[in-house]
């Protein structure tokens, strides 16, 4: 248990390899990822079905961000956005990325009874209502909403294969593309199941911000998409080249959190 930490020995925090950060934070009481116990989560009848309308266009480019590489649009106005669910308000799209492993072991954030994917989806949404701005909802409880999706290996994702087809012009740090038709729902299963619970950022700064809609099923995808994530690299054009490979944050203690699920 790191229990390490406190106010002096703060800087002596136990940091994850990838991020240099550290793997907890002082005071943290709803971190993620976690472990969802299937047996110990709680059907809600009151959760309503997650309504999602994603407008294509509203695409702008995917780019290497040095963590994952992420897909951005334009969250300028209320063209791409979901509502339901466990929501309050609608929620804008912003951008959606992956965390994945270097073999097809582990890979994902979160875990279901402690099962590992190979990789994991973000769909990352502000909530547009209540604040100004994407960074302001980074700083605030109900400020993010994020569906994870899991990726299993099986058969060949075509809607997948178009953002695949783009990650060689993105291999190196900060490389970006133009990338103007792509609508992501064709990344999310139909069966519209969900837990969800109350968790943060899994990057920094890790900020207790995000309501997490975790999707049941996953998605298959084959083998030869999920060796085009591991191709990418951390290092920018130059730097010797670290694969980008096992960039998700471990699991973190559930404290005092219920995840209920949209489902019995
Ligand atoms: C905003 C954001 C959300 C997640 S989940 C991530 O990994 C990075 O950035
Ligand atoms: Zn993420």
Redesign the pocket.
Known sequence: KNSVWGPDSLHRLPVHPLWQSPLTIPGGTRQSPINIQWRDSVYDPFLKPLKISYDPTTCLHIWNNGY?FLVEFDDSADRSIIVGGPLENQYRLKQF?FHWGAINEWGSEHTVDSKFYPAEL?L?HWNAVVYPTFEEA?MEGNGLA?IGVFLKLGAHHEGLQMLVDALPAIKHKDAVIEFDVFDPSCLIPSCPDYWTYAGS???PPLTESVTWIIKKQPIEVDENQLEAFRMLLFTSDGEEEKRMVDNFRPLQPLMNRTVRSSFQ
């Open positions: 994952s990325h973000h990352v980074v994020v950022l899994t990057t």
